[in-house]
Every structure is written in structure tokens, then in C-alpha cells.
């Protein structure tokens, strides 16, 4: 089995930063892809950012240009770098991974709050 840890949530100004980082362990050789998602107050949870074990990324239209994706094999984690942040991408975070072990699977982090005001 994988598990996820996320942190790096908090408070931040409009257009101030945040990098949010998501450890992985466990059986992290079946992993296929891990990704951000987010999820407002009363929204339904978005994907925000993904990308997969060789290295392909994808976003959202809403941070094109503004997150960004990446990892760092070595310390088996995923980091989310938030850039330009505005009141509306106040959410839930959550780190997810999917792969395969024996079938199809998806594990999802604890989630942290990320919250863009003055």
C-alpha cells in the first residue's frame, strides 16, 4: 500500500506564495501518476495539477502559469509551488496517488488548508 502526508498549507496574502509538499511511502515502485486536487467550501473537488512517473505534467486552466508540479525522486515526494495565489484558490488540498499493485488503485493524503486573504 502507498501512503500520503501533505504539508505546507496556510495563510497567505493575494499574490503571495505557498509550496505544498506530499511524501509518499509504502509500495511507491506501483504508482502510475500522483496529482493536487482542492476542494472549496461547497464546491466539488477539482483536479488542480498531475503528473505521472515519466514525468508528464497537467493543470488546471485556472493556474496555468502560475503552479507548478514537480517531484523529487530521491525523497519520494510531489510538491505543488503556488505562485501568485488569489482568494479564490482558497481550498482543501489534497495529494492523491493512483497505480496499479495486483489492481487498480487510488490512495488520497489527509488534505491541507490553504487559505489566500488580506
Known amino acids: 500500500q502507498v501512503q500520503l502526508v501533505e504539508s505546507g498549507g496556510g495563510l497567505v496574502q493575494p499574490g503571495g506564495s505557498l509550496r505544498l509538499s506530499c511524501a509518499a511511502s509504502?509500495?511507491?515502485?506501483?504508482?502510475?501518476?500522483m496529482g493536487w486536487y482542492r476542494q472549496a467550501p461547497g464546491k466539488e473537488r477539482e483536479l488542480v495539477a498531475a503528473?505521472?512517473?515519466?514525468?508528464?505534467?497537467d493543470y488546471a486552466d485556472s493556474v496555468k502559469g502560475r503552479f507548478t508540479i514537480s517531484r523529487d525522486n530521491a525523497k519520494n515526494t510531489v510538491y505543488l509551488q503556488m505562485n501568485n495565489l488569489k482568494p479564490e484558490d482558497t481550498a482543501v488540498y489534497y495529494c492523491?496517488?493512483?497505480?496499479?499493485?495486483?489492481?487498480?488503485?487510488?490512495?488520497w493524503g489527509q488534505g491541507t488548508q490553504v487559505t489566500v486573504s488580506s
Open positions: 492523491n496517488a493512483d497505480g496499479v499493485y495486483y489492481s487498480d488503485y487510488v490512495v
Open positions: 509504502g509500495t511507491i515502485f506501483t504508482i502510475k501518476a
Open positions: 503528473i505521472t512517473s515519466g514525468g508528464s505534467t
